[in-house]
């Protein structure tokens, strides 16, 4: 599986947009990129998965280039509750694989 | 839809004590899976389910773990004996099969003193 390198912490403050960067140069062709949030003392929640191009929901939107060897996680307007981490995770999670590798994940810290 | 639970929300024992944890998965799900944090480190998988069947139990970490799935539905993971090193918090998630999305449970926290 694909090893994931993402910021350790970022700040930022109510209203702006915050973009998460994560690299996986190893991605293979099949694995999928998907990103979990984590609150304290809950389970990581399901954000976003993308394989190409640009992912967007209701939370958030996914790029993701060309080379697929990277991919940013955008928080449009965020608020103090967007305070959590943020995983990105890389991997086949279809059918019955579905071990999800996590790493050490972005703190973000939202300010008023 | 009621999500994953989890039971107890924390537990506290001995060294050499047994503990058994349970999972009840999203009605529907055929995917099971077990993940631990142990402190100050990342979340690590332990195993995972398809329906009854261990589809990768990979992830746990030695014989004192034994994870269950009895009839596909809830599924259990016994410490026996436990050990310090147990201590951490213990996930439980469920998805449905080809589906990407994993619904996590809030956690077992297992403290073992």
């Known amino acids: 599986l694909a090893k994931t390198t993402q910021p350790i912490s970022m700040d930022s403050y109510e209203g702006q947009e915050v973009n998460i960067t994560c690299s996986h140069n190893?991605?293979?062709?099949?694995?999928?990129i998907t990103w979990y949030q984590q609150f304290p003392s809950q389970g990581p929640r399901f954000i976003i998965q993308g394989y190409k191009t640009k992912v967007t929901n209701e939370v958030a939107s996914l790029f993701i280039p060309a080379d697929r060897k990277s991919s940013t996680l955008s928080l449009p307007r965020v608020s103090l509750s967007d305070t959590a981490v943020y995983y990105c995770?890389?991997?086949?999670?279809?059918?019955?694989?579905?071990?999800?590798?996590f790493g050490k994940g972005t703190k973000l810290s939202v300010k008023p | 839809e009621a999500g994953v639970t989890q039971f107890p929300s924390h537990s506290v024992i001995e060294k050499g004590q047994t503990v058994t944890l349970r999972c009840d998965p999203i009605s529907g799900h055929d995917n099971l899976y077990w993940y631990r944090r142990v402190m100050g480190k990342e979340i690590k998988f332990l195993l995972h389910?398809?329906?009854?069947?261990?589809?990768?139990e990979s992830g746990m970490p030695n014989n004192r773990f034994l994870a269950e799935r009895t009839g596909g539905t809830y599924s259990t993971l016994k410490v026996q004996p436990a050990e310090l090193e147990d201590s951490g918090v213990y996930f439980c998630?469920?998805?449905?099969?080809?589906?990407?999305?994993?619904?996590f449970g809030q956690g077992t926290r297992l403290t073992v003193v």
């Open positions: 998630a469920s998805s449905r099969q080809g589906r990407a999305e994993a619904f």
């Open positions: 995770l890389v991997g086949n999670y279809g059918g019955s694989q579905g071990n999800l590798i």
């Open positions: 190893n991605i293979a062709t099949n694995d999928y």
């Open positions: 389910f398809v329906k009854e069947s261990k589809q990768d």
